[in-house]
């Protein structure tokens, strides 16, 4: 006798994300926030905000800082955009569009993001 074998998902990437970015909602971004404001607290000039384009470029120099400012972008816009798909099934909007569109937004973000600090880069360096 033939066993059938259950059809596999792709579900349990998303739900990955999703957990990895709630890990850097949680514990990341808020320690990324207090090194920001230690920063402008200790800066001279406290009137123009915490970074100016120098510093702001000082970072996106460093290849290792800018990955981990786009693995933060990418897991939060999967971890707030995942959120909302499931929270529409709440609402009672059971619609493939909605997937489509949560998904395809956390994508355009990451990729956005990505191409504005590849173009940062090349601009400034």
Same mark, same amino acid.
Do not use: C
């Given at each position: 006798?033939?066993?059938?074998l259950?059809?596999?998902s792709?579900?349990?990437?998303?739900?990955l994300m999703f957990g990895?970015?709630?890990?850097v909602a949680?514990i990341?971004l808020p320690?990324?926030v207090?090194?920001?404001i230690a920063a402008?607290?200790?800066s001279?000039?406290l009137?123009?905000?915490v970074l100016?384009l120098?510093?702001?470029a000082?970072? &996106?120099?460093?290849?290792? #800082?800018s @990955?981990v400012?786009?693995g933060v972008? *990418?897991?939060?816009?999967?971890?707030a955009?995942?959120r909302?798909h499931?929270?529409?099934?709440?609402f009672?909007i059971?619609?493939k569009?909605t997937?489509y569109?949560?998904?395809?937004?956390?994508?355009?973000?990451s &990729?956005?993001?990505?191409? #504005?600090? @590849?173009?940062?880069y090349v601009?400034? *360096?």
């Amino acid at each position: 006798m033939r066993q059938f074998l259950p059809t596999r998902s792709d579900e349990p990437m998303y739900w990955l994300m999703f957990g990895a970015g709630g890990m850097v909602a949680s514990i990341v971004l808020p320690a990324i926030v207090v090194v920001l404001i230690a920063a402008g607290l200790t800066s001279d000039d406290l009137q123009h905000g915490v970074l100016n384009l120098g510093q702001v470029a000082s970072i &996106f120099s460093n290849w290792f #800082l800018s @990955l981990v400012v786009f693995g933060v972008v *990418f897991l939060l816009s999967f971890y707030a955009l995942h959120r909302m798909h499931h929270s529409s099934h709440d609402f009672g909007i059971h619609s493939k569009l909605t997937w489509y569109i949560a998904y395809g937004s956390a994508a355009a973000v990451s &990729f956005i993001s990505l191409g #504005l600090q @590849l173009l940062m880069y090349v601009k400034f *360096f």
